[in-house]
């Protein structure tokens, strides 16, 4: 015969389920990008809002960035930066262009890529 359930265990399965539901939610998020096109404008959508709020903007804002960095970035399929090659820059300091590299490799876009896909994403990034 089973026992009604106490308060106190009827808490801890609603806080445990409320839990599972978030985790299953955070990663249900992460958008399933399957052709060149989505992931091209995945990626300028993820650094243009880095750009204006995010990591991108601290960087400018703290070295004073001022012109364009045009770069080739290669997405993996767990969606990081894999490599950054620069393209052309008119940013002067060769240092401040190796920490925006830097900044670029170390980025997450949030989305997935099929397994053991890559793709080539050519960007410019333009600091007032």
């Known amino acids: 015969m089973l026992r009604p359930l106490t308060m106190r265990a ?3 399965i609603l806080l445990l389920s409320l839990a599972l539901a978030c985790a299953a939610g955070t990663q ?4 399933e990008l ?3 096109a989505d992931v091209e404008k995945h990626v300028h959508d993820v650094l243009t809002a880095d750009k204006a709020h995010g990591r991108l903007a601290e960087l400018a804002v703290a070295l004073g960035l001022r012109g364009s960095f045009t ?3 290669t997405v993996g399929d767990k969606g990081e930066a894999e490599t950054v090659f ?6 002067e300091r060769v240092e401040d262009r190796n920490r925006l590299k830097d900044l670029l490799k170390s980025m997450r876009f949030g989305c997935k890529l099929p397994k053991n896909k890559r793709f080539k994403v050519r960007e410019t990034l333009d600091f007032p």
């Open 71 to 73: 770069f080739d970035l």
């Open 10 to 12: 009827l808490r801890s």
């Open 28 to 31: 249900a998020q992460r958008p």
């Open 86 to 91: 620069p393209i052309a820059s008119t940013i």
């Open 34 to 36: 399957n052709t060149q």
